[in-house]
């Protein structure tokens, strides 16, 4: 399904965006989220990141606007290491945008001023890794008036690191202008959208590795939601919780207790709560381990569930058929395994097919979904993993809150 403007859900940025104010032959500091996946040669495997930002990109060309793009790339911890250079995705972008991208190796100084000192309206630069600066991380206010004066205009684009406290996404904030970008933008009316003001019936899909890091977004969504399906590895606590054997499979112990009181209130509310019925079981999490298919109450120890069985899938889809609002986060099984990864892929077809507004938000379910080879059937698909998470669990984001109010 395509995104349109008349879709039911839309939640309210009151920040100012691009569009509110005159860029117009402006020097535009674009913060980009171009964290993209590389393989061990250092090939980006997965530029999805790149190109969502190419229409905040392309507006700033056609305004006539002279465009610096900022990112972080992996974890470099204040160091400047080749591995993490932008360089190869400031080519990339070159080619997908379809005009020269000049790459600044650094991303403060003289050298970077008197490139954009001889910027011409529509040029782009891209500045290296923010976080070869260790100001970048602390959100320094030394580092972040340095990156302010090579611009007019903050733009807030990269929503995967809105919830960091950094100096390209908050401290900058002080020193110059700060409006949300198209893919922000886009971010927050989908995502709170389908918090605030979701069509309902609202299915929420959980799964993933572990209960500790969506119990928050469970209990966020405990007075919105019609139904909670839980899969993945975080189900067997909830098993467990209830009684269950569950093997060897993935548990968090110190969350039984809390499980169940979730579970519990869930279903006080009134609200259905579906785990697995049935599962693939192995003794290892490899490769070529042998599999049996069980059901739930039958996983003997010595054996771990990795996936979810087709009576659970077939369960899970009967219980979206009716939804109008559809929000997928996390995996159903260890999917990265192809043994293991039919439950997942089936979810995502189901997903996909249904007559519903489909959000797929944080962690690996926008690679499943991709794998699945679905993405273009899904209404969203976010760009933020934690930022997601951190979204749907009611937080704030704080680069969104530095943003300038409308
Ligand atoms: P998360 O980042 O919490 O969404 O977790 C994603 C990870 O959960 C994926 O890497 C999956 O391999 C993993 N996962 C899903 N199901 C299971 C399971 N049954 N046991 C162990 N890990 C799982």
């Known amino acids: 399904m395509e995104e349109s403007s008349s879709l039911p859900i839309r939640g309210v940025l ?28 250092l090939n980006i495997t997965d530029d999805r990141r790149i190109r969502s930002s190419l229409p905040t990109i392309n507006y700033a060309i056609d305004e006539g606007s002279m465009i610096i793009l900022a990112s972080h790339l992996g974890r470099p911890k204040g160091k400047h290491d080749a591995r993490y250079s932008l360089a190869s995705v400031a080519r990339r972008l070159q080619r997908l945008i379809k005009k020269d991208v000049t790459f600044i190796p650094e991303s403060t100084g003289s050298n970077a001023e008197a490139v954009v000192a001889r910027m011409v309206p529509g040029d782009i630069v891209l500045l290296e890794n923010l976080r070869f600066h260790p100001g970048e991380e602390a959100n320094d206010e030394e580092f972040s008036k340095a990156l302010s004066k090579l611009a007019d205009v903050f733009v807030s684009d990269a929503f995967g690191a809105a919830h960091r406290s950094h ?42 590795a572990k209960v500790s890091g969506k119990i928050d977004v469970i209990k966020n969504l405990e007075n919105k939601v019609d139904k909670v399906i839980v899969g993945g590895g975080m189900a067997y606590t ?11 499979s993935l548990v968090e112990d110190s969350m039984l207790d809390l499980a169940r009181e979730i579970r519990d209130s869930v279903i006080a509310k009134g609200i259905k709560f579906y785990l697995p019925v049935d599962c693939v079981i192995a003794q290892s999490i490899e490769a070529g381990a042998e599999t049996k298919l069980v059901t739930s109450q039958e996983i ?4 771990k569930a990795v996936d979810v069985g087709p009576a ?27 043994a293991f990864s039919r439950g997942t892929f089936a979810m995502a077809h189901s997903v996909a097919d249904a007559y519903a507004l489909t959000i797929v938000g944080g962690g690996d379910t926008d690679l499943a979904v991709s794998r699945a080879g679905v993405s273009e059937s899904i209404s969203f698909i976010s760009t933020g993993g934690g930022a997601a998470l951190e979204l749907l669990e009611g937080k704030d984001l704080p680069g969104l809150v530095a943003l300038t109010d409308k």
């Not at 003997?300 to 054996?303: D, E, I, K, L, T």
């Open 14 to 41: 009151n920040k100012l965006s691009i569009k509110d104010i005159d860029i117009r032959g402006k020097r535009v500091f674009i913060r980009v989220d171009f964290n993209v996946p590389l393989d061990e040669n």
């Open 167 to 208: 100096a390209s996404i908050v401290g900058i904030t002080k020193f110059l202008p700060a409006v949300a970008g198209f893919l922000l933008q886009k971010e927050i009316e989908y995502l709170q959208g389908v918090i605030n003001n979701p069509v309902r019936p609202f299915v929420a899909i959980l799964g993933g």
């Open 312 to 338: 659970s899938v077939k369960l899970f889809s009967e219980a979206i058929e009716s939804a109008k609002t559809i929000l997928w986060n996390g995996p159903m099984g260890v999917f990265e395994v192809d």
């Open 238 to 248: 909830f098993l467990k919780a209830m009684g269950r054997n569950v093997g060897d």
């Open 300 to 303: 003997p120890n010595g054996w």
